[in-house]
């Protein structure tokens, strides 16, 4: 199992607090766990408020429990309820049901730990972790083909909704 760096952990974190700049993103917390839980780094913009180190370990931790998006965590846990009950209790870490927390995987697939936003929507947290992701050279679920999704056994959801392109739309008359 490769494992990812400090360098490398501290360059996925300042590109996606370069993309939450450039979002106009409210302050983020970001945590990023190695592929075995543990923390690797953590940095919090000025003005992120507190316990935001917590929900983004917890989103973070979520995402590698259950191998896939944290989002889809949640979406999980709203579809089978008793089994995410009991997968909790199972749980050697917090786990916090929301979106934000993507894995990272190196270029074959392998994953080599998680990273997890908060301090902004879901969609906003999910979105900088994605760029700070893709920045620093690795990938997320999103950028693997079918095959090789079925293969690694890649959950994937729907697209993210970006907010600042639904704020570009046009009003629809009804």
């Not at 008793?82 to 997968?87: D, E, G, K, P, R």
């Not at 700070?132 to 950028?143: L, P, Q």
């Not at 083909?145 to 690694?152: G, H, I, V």
């Amino acid at each position: 199992m490769r494992a990812i760096t400090l360098d490398e952990a501290l360059k996925v974190i300042n590109a996606t607090f370069a993309e939450a700049r450039r979002r106009n993103a409210y302050p983020l917390t970001a945590v990023l766990l190695d592929a075995g839980g543990r923390v690797k780094a953590v940095l919090k913009q000025d003005g992120a408020s507190l316990l935001r180190f917590e929900v983004s370990y917890g989103k973070a931790y979520a995402a590698l429990a259950m191998g896939r998006q944290s989002r889809l965590v949640l979406e999980k846990a709203k579809e089978k309820p008793l089994f995410m009950n009991s997968f909790l209790e199972l749980a050697d870490g917090p786990m916090f049901l929301e979106g934000g927390g993507q894995l990272i995987r190196d270029k074959e697939g392998e994953v080599i730990g998680a990273i997890a936003t908060t301090g902004d929507t879901n969609e906003v947290d999910d979105l900088c972790a994605i760029a700070g992701i893709r920045a620093a050279g690795f990938k997320t679920d999103d950028d693997f083909d079918e095959k090789s999704m079925r293969r690694l056994n890649i959950k994937r959801g729907p697209p993210i909704k970006d907010p600042q392109k639904a704020e570009k739309q046009p009003k629809r008359r009804t």
